[in-house]
């Protein structure tokens, strides 16, 4: 009811960007928070950025401050995340999720609840 399409994954050098793009086809897209989170290889998954229904709350994980932009298109029904000067730490599958932050109108990148979620997409970044 709610499908989730990631996009915009590549392999790049330190320094360079890429901007992720998560695209909804369902109708209610705009009611929903929606995460970003990254997976490497032996690690657990973790929360990278959020952004709320409206657009107006976004979160992000400390090591990402500065460096990534979370923003939302309810018209076209995307969610983009823009990564600056990515680093190899950087590294890992990424996925867009659809859900509700921890209260009304906001989210956090650590605290959701996700219900639908989108198959991935690989960022590589090279040293």
């Known amino acids: 009811q709610m499908p989730l399409a990631e996009s915009g994954g590549g392999s790049v050098p330190t320094g360079a960007s890429l901007r992720l793009s998560c695209a909804s086809y369902g109708l209610s897209f705009p009611s929903y928070v929606v995460g970003w989170f990254r997976q490497a290889p032996g690690k657990e998954r973790e929360g990278v950025s959020c952004?709320?229904?409206?657009?107006?709350?976004?979160d992000y994980v400390d090591s990402v401050k500065g460096r990534f932009t979370i923003s939302r298109d309810n018209a076209k029904n995307v969610v983009t995340l823009q990564m600056d000067n990515l680093k190899p730490e950087d590294t890992a599958v990424y996925y867009c999720?659809?859900?509700?932050?921890?209260?009304?109108?906001?989210?956090?990148?650590?605290?959701?609840?996700?219900?639908?979620w989108g198959q991935g997409t690989q960022v590589t970044v090279s040293s």
């Open positions: 999720a659809a859900g509700w932050g921890p209260r009304p109108g906001i989210c956090a990148h650590d605290n959701g609840r996700y219900v639908f």
């Open positions: 952004i709320s229904g409206s657009g107006s709350s976004t």
